[in-house]
């Protein structure tokens, strides 16, 4: 008995032996408070001779070059210190003619994103965008990595979507990732002051984090509006592809949301009622299918040291904000008419003639620095374009098909780590299950400038256009069920 007891004390730190000398990299992250930044040390088993740092983050597209955000920088091989030499062309690229093992550094007073936050520590709290932090040697990506980060305070709280191991290492949190690009796509909040509301939905743990300035006192009733954002999406997609997902909620946080894999991150005024906020939690979560495992061929696996070019991020952005109304509806959060009106104000707002078009409004957003499109919103612009393709595949079909179809074909075809998808997929898809007329709309819609056509869609389903979107007087009894199915919730 006696043996058996001082063998369970000590599994937990034969665990994090074997992790730690099998995986490919692991990182430790020391908090400096006074700084607002980070000590990290990153160690590997075989010497690389190139170390590096991401020059954008995944669904903020701008070249940011976070190298820039790096002070004292040291090498290693064997404990022993190397010299090094920083790229003079590439300032996120440093290199180690000798090779070396590990990499200490550190990260302070890091600027804001357009969308998240990067870094911010203080001596009670502590929330990591881990791409501003985080970088790697060349040939360990692909290996698995361990993350260390020293706790604040002995009664600090940490959430990341990350597999967390025991404590074994005392004062610090443990978690593991398959790969680079998974670990840094896990951001991680930590401090005494989080409020955690736990939920399930088909099985699956859910939790939205509440941190940052005046965390409210409703946290319930966001999780309550984000278990029918869920439920509506589950039933939409027909999974959820995650074993825990986070709504990491940074109460008058800077910026706006970050999607990731198995999380988001948000900044909400924490006053707002959260209701008024629907759209946006449901925008942010439904990216983990739409962006996260639907993603042409570029964003994934990553190339993080030039542009993604894609001409899909009018679908990514603006057919996501499409389909966050859509789970609105079906979910019951809003009535069929809010529904109709907000569909109307996106089709206001980008029905018009356009400088380019939204294929090249994506492909150029790298120009622009805006991460929001080249002359031309994409997300407005794409937002309106999916109400367009999915009223055109009903008004073609009768019904019998619509955008969802294309949708869980994308869905089918990237998700699960298979490739992206090829540039032109989403029309071939359009094709499929609307006919070659919803392509005519597509090529209209997406690949021109022209006007959207919003005559050759909205009366076969029932619609007009004046100034907004409303039931047509006289319609057919054909086109007014076919507009009732569009409106009709699921929950």
Known sequence: MFGMLRLRALLPCLLFAIATTAWGATYTVDPLPQQNGVEVTVSIARPSMQFRMPAWAPGDYRIVNFGTNLADVRFFRGGVPVPSEKDVQDPNLWRVAEGADEVRYVVARVRSGIFSENLRVTSREMFAQWPAVLGWFDGHANEEHTLRVRALTADSKVEAALRRLPEADSGYFTFTAPDFDSLIDAPLVMGQDLRVHSFVVAGK?????????????????YGALCSRIVGAAFRLMGELPYERYLFLIDFNGPGGGLEH?????????????????????????????????????????FDYTKPAVTGSLWWLEGVTDYYAEVLL??????????????????????RRARSVSL????????????????????????????????????????????????????????????????????????????????????????MTPEPLPLGDVLPKMGLEFRNGLSRAPGADSRAAALLEAWLAADE
């Not at 595949?393 to 969802?404: K, M, N, P, V, Y």
């Not at 949708?407 to 997929?425: C, I, Q, S, V």
């Open 205 to 221: 743990p859910h939790a939205v984090v509440g941190f940052g300035r005046s965390v409210p006192s409703n946290l319930a009733e």
């Open 329 to 350: 509806l079906r979910a019951g959060i809003v009535t069929p008419d809010e529904f109709l009106d907000e569909a109307g104000r996106a089709l206001n707002m980008a």
């Open 359 to 446: 294929d090249e409004s994506s492909r150029r957003v790298w120009e622009a620095n805006n991460s929001s499109g080249y002359r031309v919103n994409y997300y407005t612009g794409g937002k309106a374009v999916g109400v367009l393709l999915d009223l055109a595949i009903r008004g073609a079909t009768d019904g019998a098909r619509s955008l969802d179809d294309v949708l869980l074909a994308l869905y089918k075809e990237t998700g699960g780590g298979k490739p992206g998808f090829a540039e032109g997929r989403i029309r071939e898809l359009c094709v499929q299950y609307g006919g070659a007329s919803v392509g005519d709309i597509y090529d209209r819609c997406v």
């Open 261 to 301: 894999m198995n999380s988001a991150r948000l900044a909400i005024p924490s006053g707002a009622p959260p209701r008024a906020m629907a759209g946006f939690l449901a925008h942010e979560f439904f990216h983990l299918y739409n962006v996260k495992r639907i993603r042409p061929k570029p964003l994934g696996p």
